[in-house]
């Protein structure tokens, strides 16, 4: 029901007071994009005036943009990394920021091997919690009545560890979700989930997704929207649904609860609101016994509205698939965050996903826009490129995108490449176009092309007991298996035909190149279950320099053919699959562990 419209904005006619209220601090903040922008900078460099970084390049307190960008230099994580280890191992001095580090971030892109620790700070949480305060009101334009029932959301907390000097080290939802900001919200009539706290806040993945599977299934009729944070994420759950429906719904028909839920307060949980219910079980099991999948979650939750998952980036190549398990719902992008920052929110929650534009909230940070060239060499703290304000880009142009945090992040190369699709009132709207440098990735996961070629030299050195090497290779994330996976295609030299490789040297090479790839890949191999096993598909001789003939024929030249890395065009997947010989996978999985290598 719209509210009165004295109330009105100029987004449309706001579900409540409420509404009215958070979409008048959207129009605020995006009307005085640069003035918004100016104080946020100000603010950032007066607070942190004394830190160590920021003294170092002889500010004598001056908080104007002109001096800000002509003194202090535009960094990456690597610049960065000597001042955050000495933070994590326990100096608790103003290196970074006035404010004490609450905690480290742990980023899903990674150095060394290892995920990128991003320093925040206690308040950060109040601004993340108000960019999420954000969602419902816009999303309430698009669509009426989620009041009128529930959201089935996915959500799960992620293993933590503790830096030498004791500060925790998680991602930023486990962070959240941990946080009283979630675990005591109040209560919001728009804003209501099925799964409860205590199967959320679970560490044990199993028991978290059955038990939230198990919610959603009970209130089926009530559920109006179904999500998680990544698309990959709803696919592992509707994979789990066809694995594990036999077990539901005999918790279902019987009242009584899978044994292998064993948390303490999960049992008491769900000993409250599990009750006999066959007629429920049977429907269910009516539906899941099929082998048609097809339109599965408008089946089972019939009242879904929309599917909630970000389905930008590397997530695009999961929406034929989301399309089939949800019957064509429309997909909603609602915000655009990072470890790093939160930095804005979609206008327009209901566009396609290749019209999603997110909309920066220009009190977040401070953002900077370097002009993306691709062929551009890395800069260097001699070079002073010229980076445009957040008011100032231009529409159709891209940018990589650099932050200023209040956590103690300055100037900073978040490795983001966006495209200008529009402005709302002053600030600008974005299409995500990629992450920089990133060749592969199913979930959380992010290969570079200097990590893969490691794993494969790695790996291809079990080849030497067979007199055989690696000639040429490239790449493609699988993801029409579920969970997705990495395919790696190999064409070798084998020496002495006699002793060519066998399967079981290959399947010791799947597990070579797993273990040698990051901790991000090797946690969504071993405690998320997101990631699957590694293939190596042997190609016949010769297939690599077809590939070369097919580009030149397609226009490519001669002298500057490189073999691509990563492939993902049709035709070029037909014809290194046409000349596969064998397929091998990872027979086991990697080691992992939560604690960072010291």
């Known amino acids: 029901m719209a509210v009165d419209s004295a109330l009105s904005s100029p987004l449309g006619p706001p579900a409540s007071e409420k509404d009215a209220k958070a979409l008048r601090f959207v129009e605020e903040m995006t009307r005085n994009a640069d003035s918004v922008q100016e104080k946020v900078l100000g603010e950032i460099l007066s607070r942190n005036a004394k830190t160590e970084y920021l003294q170092r390049f002889n500010l004598f307190g001056a908080i104007d943009r002109d001096t800000f960008k002509s003194k202090v230099p535009v960094i ?37 091997g290892e995920r990128k620790l991003m320093p925040t700070i206690q308040e950060e949480l109040d601004r993340r919690q108000l960019l999420y305060s954000l969602l419902m009101p816009v999303m309430n334009l698009y669509v009426p009545g989620l009041d009128k029932g529930k959201g089935l959301y996915f959500l799960f907390v992620k293993s933590e560890t503790k830096t030498p000097g004791g500060l925790l080290a998680r991602p930023v939802l486990t962070s959240y979700y941990k946080s009283d900001h979630f675990k005591t919200r109040p209560y919001d009539p728009y804003n209501v989930y099925t799964s409860p706290n205590e199967a959320i806040l679970c560490p044990d993945s199993f028991q978290s997704m059955y038990t939230q599977m198990l919610c959603g299934l009970l209130e089926h009729r009530h559920v109006l929207r179904v999500g998680a944070v990544f698309a990959s994420g709803l696919l592992r759950a509707i994979r789990f649904l066809q694995l594990n429906w036999p077990q539901l719904t005999h918790d279902i028909r019987t009242g009584t609860l899978n ?16 009750k006999s219910d066959p007629e429920l079980a049977k429907f269910i099991a009516e539906e899941c016994s099929g082998e048609n999948w097809e339109g599965i979650i408008t089946r089972i939750w019939p009242n879904t509205k929309y599917l909630d998952v970000i389905v930008t980036g590397a997530m695009a190549q999961y929406i034929p698939t989301l399309d089939y398990y949800s ?9 655009y965050a990072s470890s790093e920052c939160y930095f804005g929110l979609n206008l327009n929650p209901m566009s396609k996903p290749s019209e999603v534009s997110y909309t920066i909230m220009p009190n977040m940070a401070y953002f900077e826009f370097l002009p993306h060239e691709p062929n551009s060499t890395r800069l260097t703290h001699d ?13 159709g142009k891209e940018y990589e995108l650099v932050i200023t945090t209040y956590a103690g992040l300055y100037r900073y190369r978040v490795g983001d490449v966006l495209r200008v699709t529009g402005f709302h009132n002053s600030a600008p709207q974005f299409h995500f176009v990629r992450r920089k440098n990133v060749l592969l990735s199913i ?3 992010k290969t570079d092309e200097s990590e893969l070629q490691k794993s494969v030299d790695i790996a291809s050195r079990l080849l030497r ?23 790696i295609y190999w064409e070798l030299l084998v020496k002495d035909s006699a002793n060519s490789p066998g399967d079981e040297v290959l399947n010791r090479c799947c597990l070579a190149m797993e273990e040698s790839l990051n901790s991000v890949y090797r946690q969504g191999r071993v405690a998320d279950n997101s990631i699957g096993p590694l293939e190596i598909r042997v190609v016949k001789n010769g297939t690599f320099e077809e590939l070369m003939d097919y580009a030149i024929s397609r226009g490519a030249s001669i002298n500057q053919y490189k073999v691509p890395r990563c492939v993902s065009f049709t035709p070029i997947m037909e014809l290194l699959d046409s000349r596969v010989v064998s397929a091998h996978f990872s027979p086991s999985l990697p080691h992992w562990t939560p604690e960072r290598r010291r």
């Open 259 to 274: 044994p292998k839920i064993t948390d303490p307060s999960i049992r008491d949980c769900m000993r409250r609101v599990l």
């Open 383 to 395: 070079s002073s490129p010229k980076l445009v304000d957040l008011a100032d880009v231009e529409l």
């Open 465 to 487: 007991e067979c007199n055989a090497s690696v000639v040429e290779y490239t790449s493609f994330a699988d993801t029409r298996t579920i969970p997705g996976h990495y395919v």
């Open 443 to 445: 979930d959380s996961d």
């Open 327 to 335: 019957g064509g719902l429309p997909l909603a992008c609602t915000m």
């Open 76 to 112: 990456t994580y690597e610049d960065l990394k000597p001042e955050i280890q000495r933070i994590a191992n326990g100096d608790r001095s103003a290196i970074l920021s006035s404010h004490p580090i609450s905690e480290f971030l742990t980023s899903s892109g990674t150095s060394a």
